[in-house]
C-alpha cells in the first residue's frame, strides 16, 4: 500500500512526494520522449526535423505583487516567464503562449486586464506569440500559463542524465532575487524609497535565459538541462539522481551584485543567498569534451554563462571552498504544500537562519 493509498494528505506528502509516488504508475506513450518528471514534455514528430515540446504551469504570485511593489502586469510576466524558461531549459525553443486567469467576480478588471497585458508584452519581447487564454471565476486568484514550442530531434534535454566528466554551467548570476528580498525587508523595511528602486526592479521583473539557452541550445551543447527557479539545491539534488556525485566550486559561483550588496548589509552568507531561487538560472551539465568550446562561445558573445562544478563518480551534493575543503549541501527547496518561495515565509526564513554547507 503507498502513501497515497494510506490517506496522507499533500502537506505530509509535499509536491515530490506526490509525483513520485503517482508518475510511476502512469501508462507512458512511446512518442513521449523520456517519459513524464521533466522541465517539459516532448512529443515525437515522426518523419520531421523537430519535435512538439510543451509546457504548463501555474505561476506563483509574484512576491513584489504581494509586497505592494509592484502591479499585477507582474504576474503575466511570470506566466510567460516560467513556461519559457522550462522549455528553454530542455532544449527548445517557445513558440507560443496561453494564459488562463481565475480570479473572484469581486476582483478589479484592471488587475486582469494588466495580468494580460503583461503576458501579452513579455511575449512581444521574446518573439512569442501570444495566442489568448481564459478567465474564469474562482474562490481565489490564479494564473495558469502554457507554452508550446518546437525542439530540434535528437536534442531534447532531459534532467536526470549527467555522468561522470561532465561540467556545471549555470545560465545567469545567482542570488539575486534573495538578496533583493531581504535588502527591501531589512535595509529599507518594505519603504520604496529611491535607493530600493533597483532591487524592486529585480523582483518585478522575472526573466528567462533567453540568450544563453538560445546559444546552448543552438550549439547542442548540453547533455541535461534544468529551470532552476525553485533554487540551485533542487536542481542539483535532481542531476544527483543519475547515480553520480556533483561538485560545486564555491569560488567559481557568479553571485549576482545584489546578492553581494545584501552579504555586507545583512550579514546573511553568501553561500545561503545563493540557494534563495527566483534568478531564472538554468543548469546544465556540459560533456568535458565540449565544455572548453561552450565558455569560448560564451566570453565571444558576452553570455552569462558560468562553469561551476563538475559531476564525478560517487554520490551526493557537495561543495568545495579554495582550500579543498569539502562540505555536503544540505537544505530546503522551493516546494508546493511544503516551502514556497512566494508567501515570502518559511522557505525565505531557512535561507537567512539555516546553514545548508556542512
Given at each position: 500500500m503507498t502513501s497515497m493509498d494510506s490517506g496522507a494528505d499533500l502537506r505530509s506528502l509535499g509536491e515530490k512526494g506526490f509525483l513520485s509516488g503517482l508518475l510511476g504508475d502512469l501508462f507512458v506513450d512511446p512518442r513521449l520522449i523520456g517519459g513524464f518528471g521533466h522541465d517539459a514534455s516532448?512529443?515525437?514528430?515522426?518523419?520531421?526535423?523537430?519535435?512538439?515540446?510543451?509546457?504548463?504551469d501555474r505561476a506563483s504570485r509574484p512576491v513584489a505583487l504581494s509586497l505592494g511593489l509592484a502591479g499585477y502586469e507582474t504576474w503575466g510576466r511570470m506566466a510567460v516567464t516560467a513556461n519559457c524558461s522550462d522549455i528553454l531549459a530542455s532544449g527548445g525553443r517557445p513558440l507560443s503562449v496561453m494564459i488562463a486567469i481565475m480570479v473572484p467576480g469581486e476582483e478589479t478588471a484592471a488587475n486582469v486586464r494588466d495580468i494580460v497585458f503583461g503576458a501579452a508584452a513579455e511575449c512581444r519581447r521574446n518573439g512569442v506569440v501570444f495566442a489568448g487564454g481564459d478567465t474564469k471565476e474562482a474562490a481565489?486568484?490564479?494564473?495558469?500559463?502554457?507554452?508550446?514550442?518546437?525542439?530540434?530531434?535528437?536534442?531534447?534535454?532531459?534532467?536526470n542524465t549527467a555522468q561522470p566528466g561532465d561540467r556545471i554551467f549555470c545560465a545567469g548570476r545567482v542570488g539575486g532575487f534573495a538578496g533583493s528580498y531581504f535588502m527591501i525587508r531589512d535595509v529599507f523595511q518594505g519603504r520604496p524609497v529611491p535607493e530600493a528602486e533597483g532591487y524592486i526592479e529585480y523582483l518585478s521583473t522575472p526573466t528567462a535565459q533567453w540568450r544563453s539557452a538560445g546559444a546552448v541550445n543552438a550549439g547542442g551543447y548540453a547533455r541535461c538541462g534544468m529551470d532552476a527557479s525553485d533554487g540551485l539545491l533542487d536542481v542539483l539534488q535532481t542531476f544527483v539522481a543519475a547515480g553520480v556525485r556533483v561538485e560545486i566550486d564555491l569560488?567559481?559561483?557568479?553571485?549576482?551584485?545584489?546578492?553581494?550588496?545584501?552579504?555586507?548589509?545583512?550579514?546573511i552568507p553568501l553561500t545561503q543567498l545563493m540557494f534563495g531561487g527566483g534568478d531564472w538560472n538554468i543548469l546544465y551539465c556540459v560533456p568535458g569534451s565540449r565544455a572548453d568550446e561552450l565558455a569560448r562561445?560564451?566570453?565571444?558573445?558576452?553570455?552569462?554563462?558560468?562553469?561551476?562544478?563538475?559531476?564525478?563518480?560517487?554520490?551526493?551534493?557537495?561543495?568545495?571552498?579554495?582550500?579543498?575543503?569539502?562540505?555536503?549541501?544540505?537544505?530546503?527547496v522551493n516546494e508546493h504544500f511544503k516551502n514556497r518561495i512566494e508567501d515570502a515565509g518559511s522557505f525565505m526564513d531557512h535561507i537567512e537562519k539555516d546553514n545548508f554547507l556542512v
Open positions: 516532448v512529443i515525437e514528430m515522426a518523419d520531421s526535423p523537430f519535435d512538439l515540446i510543451q509546457k504548463i481565489d486568484a490564479h494564473v495558469v500559463g502554457t507554452a508550446v514550442g518546437t525542439v530540434a530531434a535528437d536534442r531534447f534535454l532531459p534532467r569560488e567559481a559561483v557568479p553571485y549576482h551584485p545584489y546578492a553581494v550588496e545584501c552579504a555586507k548589509a545583512t550579514s562561445v560564451a566570453e565571444a558573445e558576452g553570455l552569462p554563462l558560468y562553469a561551476i562544478g563538475r559531476v564525478v563518480e560517487g554520490d551526493g551534493v557537495v561543495a568545495v571552498d579554495r582550500d579543498g575543503a569539502e562540505f555536503a549541501i544540505r537544505g530546503v
